[in-house]
Every structure is written in structure tokens, then in C-alpha cells.
């Protein structure tokens, strides 16, 4: 087994002495004794057949109970939405997996066309003219908007609500560090909604629904600065009015919801969207649509990242790349669910979360944080700490939801806990995770 290990016994010690550590059993402290092998070895006799391997190693997999048994109540940027079976069937074909950039669109029209079809999808939700063919994530999505915004502008102030996904501002704050951005934090009232004070030249960064689920008021976040870019919910799009509609300029996202499973993190993929005004700054690739010699329809890569080479320094983003595979898998679930099914997705979203709030506030010493409107994830807080609560409540088969912490939760003391909930989410599944938190808390 020696022979396949990529390091050498030198590279073992430099990492080693680097962690400040004397082996690599003291690496593996953490992972608890009950997971892992005790004497290194998958335990597989030798000369076994192919079969019997198989069967040894399905046998060692069906041990593993951490995750798979979990019923997911956890949200935070990331869902456990339904995957259509259709999305992997199409997504899955090689002329997609195996798809390289297409700076040749006469041997890749069917990706540029799958592409074309994603960027409308993404307009549309946003209620903008123009979106791109996707960004990594929601993350560095809003990072791209808001250089975008500062190039536009002409000022480097942003201001950032508390709403906004942690992660988001915390890459935001990375990104800020390097460019000398001016990101301005604006707390969040009572409600849950933010609360908008000194209006900026610059630009203005708000999440509909924010973090806490709340959804907020985008006139006033239109109000308060230059430029509006919003963090935007796709799901939500089945029920709320588009940003763009209610005064949005950029539209940023994470697509992970449509036709991507949680996959422990990633890849996921970044939406983007914007006024017409503003394609020229606009990040990352872009496919158009034209005709060729013969007049007949046809699929092009367009103003793509050589408009940020020309600018050189002046360019404001650097992204000469896309999401090719997941923004495919979005736009076959979108597109499976039709204008009808998103609707309905997003409906039993809200329902399951209005039921299961009512349950979870009916606990005692469970109070919610905000009071403002939700449409699929709520913040509560509890009487025990909010980490232990997770814990406890994966030992009862639950993924119970996110810790936040006081900064987060519109600055009111005490533990945390938010909680989303899907359309996978049954009522059996509620009641029960309802009674495994009483349970919990008492």
C-alpha cells in the first residue's frame, strides 16, 4: 500500500513538524476511536474476488450511520431540496461531464445552448435583462457585485446589512482587505429587517429573505444607497416579487437549490444577474445568441473575460471561468418544475415552515428572535446552548438546524438555533423533530 502513497516519509515529517506535532496518530486525535480502523487496514482477506471485495466493502460502508440517517432541518445558504431524477439522467450524459470551455462554439453548441437556457432562467428569477453563465457560489458571487458596484459607482464605501449570509461578509471582508473596499456593516431592527440609517454614494448589499429568514423590505434597501445589489433566494422567486422588479440593479445567488444535493459543501454554483447598463462589467463569461453563415440559430461565448484583459488594471473582476456542470443541473431542475411546480415548491416550503415555527415556539423556554415574515427558515432562541442542542439532537436522528450566535441574531442574548425547513420535510418528520427538541430541551 506503500507504494501508491503520495508522500514521502520526508513529506510526513515536514507536515508534521509544521502542525507541531510528533506522529500521525497524534493528527487523527480528534476523529473518535469508534470510526476509525484500528489497525489501518480495511480488515479485507487476501485473495478475495472482485464480488466478495465488493460485498466486504458495502459492509464496511452500511456501518457508517453519521449523515445518512440525519433528517435535515438545517439551512444557512445550503438546502436539502428534492433532486429530480431527470437531472442526473440529462446532466450526467458525457457531452456535458466530460464538456471543456467552449472557446470552439462550433463543436459546443449543445453546452453553450444548455448555458443560454440557464442564463435566462436566472433572469428571469432576478427580473433583470441580463444574467451571466454562472459564478462558484453564492459567496463569491456577491463578492463580484460588489466590485462591480464600486467600479460603477465610482465609491468604495458598500454597505453590507447583518442580514447577509455570515459566510458571504466574512468573504467580503477577505476580498475588502486587498482592494481597499469600504464595507460598512448596517445591524438589523427587532423585526429582523435591516435597519437602514445614513443613505451612501455607493453601493447597498441585502439578503431577500435574509440569513434570519425575515424577508425584507427592498425599497428601503433601494433607498439607502446608489446601487442596489440583492442577495436573492431562488426558491423564493415561486412567491415574492423579483428583485429587479422592486428596484434590485445586481442580483446575486446561490443556485445549490435547484438540482444540486448538499454534496457536504460543494461544488455548488454562483447567479448573477444585472441591469443592461451594467453588461460591461459584468463578471465572468457570457453566452449570446446569433445566427451563422446559413442563418440558422446559434450559440456563442460573448464578451467574455477579454473585456477584462483589455481593462488590464482597470478591469474589476478577474473570474474567466463558469459552473458549466451545476448551472446545467439548475437549469434541467428549473426547468422541470416549470413556472407551476416553482410555485408549488416554494408554498410548501412556507407551510412547512409556518407549521413547524408553530410547534417549535410551543416548547417552553422557546422564543423567536424576530417577528418579521418568513418564507422557509426561522430563528429561535433556546434555553441550552445551541451546539449542545445540535448534538443531542443528532444522537435522536435529527440535523436540527445552525447555532448563531448573538451578533447574528439582531443582537439579543442568549443560544441560537436556525431552522429551515424544504418540501422534503413531512409532517411525521415535524412532529417528530418537534417532540425529539422538547425532549432535548427538558
Known sequence: ???????????????????????????????????RLATGSLAIADGLSEPDTLARMQELADANSVGRDLVCFAGGGAYDHDVASVVR?????AEFVTAYTPYQPEVA?????????????????????????????GATATVEAANLAVAATGDNEVLVSEGVNPRYRE????????????ITPVPLGPDGTTAWGDTSPGAVIVQYPNYLGVIED????RAAGALLIVVADPVSAGLLRSPGELGADVV????????????????????????????????????????DTEGRTAYVTTLRTREQDIRREKASSNVCTNQT??????????????????????????????YTREAVLAIDGVVPVTTGPTLREFAVRTPIDAVTLVERMAEAGFL????ISPADMTGADGSGLLIAVTERRTRPEIDAYAAALEKVIR
Open 252 to 291: 446575486v445567488g446561490e443556485g445549490q437549490v435547484f438540482g444540486t444535493p448538499l454534496s457536504f459543501g460543494g461544488p455548488y454554483v454562483g447567479l448573477f444577474a444585472c441591469r443592461q447598463e451594467l453588461v460591461r462589467r459584468l463578471p465572468g463569461r457570457l453566452v449570446g445568441q446569433t445566427v
Open 109 to 137: 453548441q449543445g453546452v453553450l445552448q444548455a448555458l443560454f437556457e440557464y442564463q435566462t432562467m436566472v433572469a428571469r428569477l432576478a427580473g433583470l435583462p441580463i444574467a451571466n453563465a454562472s459564478l462558484y457560489d
Open 89 to 93: 439522467r440529462v446532466a450526467f450524459r
Open 400 to 403: 436540527a438546524g445552525i447555532p
Open 325 to 354: 456542470l451545476i448551472a446545467v443541473c439548475f437549469a434541467i431542475q428549473l426547468g422541470w418544475l416549470g413556472t407551476s411546480g416553482l410555485r408549488e415548491l416554494a408554498l410548501q416550503c412556507a407551510r412547512g415552515t409556518r
Open 171 to 182: 468573504v467580503l471582508a477577505t476580498m475588502a482587505a486587498g482592494t481597499g473596499h469600504r
Open 218 to 221: 427592498l425599497a428601503a434597501a
Open 1 to 35: 500500500m506503500a507504494d501508491f502513497t503520495p508522500h514521502t516519509d520526508a513529506d510526513v515529517a515536514a507536515m508534521l513538524a509544521f502542525c507541531g506535532l510528533d506522529s500521525i496518530e497524534e493528527l487523527f486525535v480528534a476523529v473518535p476511536q469508534a470510526i
